[in-house]
């Protein structure tokens, strides 16, 4: 039987530093595996294999030629009882070069226990049958003997009562002295047992015997009480414990899971900067924009930063003199969404008194009133002093006067 925890030992942690220090030119989808890999160790120590099976999902998706990330997967999904994807995973590292005799072995194991379990449940079937066959047997000879015994006796009292019927006729009046007699007999004798039964109840109530028995049924009661008050003491400590458990279990999922997002703005990050050596810078300052909730921490924000100041001014810049020139050659819809971009890009942009303007503008050539309103009016009360706030006014009296 393969023990999860016994195989652990042949699954060390993998240094990540001194993999970077050797080859700094490795991709980040690799490192993240890696250290998903190594938060997967972690957590089987401590028994949560569900948090540990999710971890190695993610990296074998980043990265699938992680074989020692794949066999450990295949041990949890065996832990779990989940042979088929357990036998997927080793037959997939068996095809690869590496791990391929480990991944072998553990298919080999997995298939001998599943056989010895069936066998097991096989046998405990014969048995159960065997037993409800002898259990039949023994009631079937039970109910002849009980038939043997019982005939006998009804047949004695059938002869008896066929035999009374040749006894001679005893006359009317000796039959009823003698019913006379009988039930004075009966009458004394009743009275007799009545008093004796009075007698015996009455007495241990008054010389107070009663009091012992109710005396130990006040322990029992007492004794069952404090058993019952027991187990539910342990139910609630169990149960504590239990929810205890399932709070830190939702707590390393939400850890495992943020990590995962930071992973993937980090790797952001490098497609932004990457995007900036090709000269995309709109494509770039998407990305940027998308990861602006994350909060970067130490160097990362730090390189955050860096790629917002390299980016956001010139991508402002561009989608603004796109938007104008889409503007002008009647192509709104598009000119819309560069001048919408501007905002996006740059709160504080230099120009955008004018961008609001023209947003509000492209809005009226898309028979959009209500819209159009509303750009008009921020750039009257952001930019109360600038020249386009007088244009936005006049628009604004016009769309009123109609």
Known sequence: MINLRDELVNFAPIDLENIVKINPEISEEYKTSVNLYNSALENLKYNSEDIAIIELKKAVALNPDFCEAVTLLGLCFLYMKAYEKAEEMFKRVIKAESNGARAFDYLNRMKN?????????????????????????????????????????????????????????????????????????????????????????????????NNKDDDSKDDASAEIIAALNEKIQDYENKNS?????????????????????????????????ELLKNNMYEEAADILVS??????????????????????????DRAYVQGYNLFQSGNYQQALEKFKKVPEYMENYSKMDIVLYYIGKTYLELKDNENAKLAFQEVIEKFPNSEYARYSEHRLNGLTAN
Do not use: C, W
């Open 241 to 273: 414990m239990l929810n205890q458990e399932i709070d830190k279990l939702k707590k390393d999922l939400e850890n495992a899971q943020k990590n995962a997002e930071y992973s993937k703005a980090l790797i952001k990050l490098f497609e932004a900067e």
């Open 291 to 316: 990861v602006r909730d994350v909060e970067f921490i130490d160097e990362d924000k730090g390189k955050y930063d860096e790629l917002v100041n390299r980016t956001m001014q010139v991508a402002a």
């Open 113 to 209: 226990d599943v056989t010895e379990q069936q066998d097991d449940k096989d046998k405990l079937q014969k048995g159960k049958r065997k037993k409800t066959t002898k259990s039949q047997k023994s009631n079937s000879k039970n109910s002849a003997s009980k038939f043997s015994e019982k005939n006998p006796k009804e047949m004695s009292s059938s002869i008896s009562r066929n035999a009374s019927y040749g006894i001679p006729e005893v006359p009317l009046r000796g039959r009823m002295k003698a019913n006379n007699k009988d039930s004075l007999i009966r009458f004394v004798t009743g009275i007799i047992i009545g008093l004796i039964i009075a007698f015996i109840i009455g007495v241990p109530g008054i010389l107070g015997l």
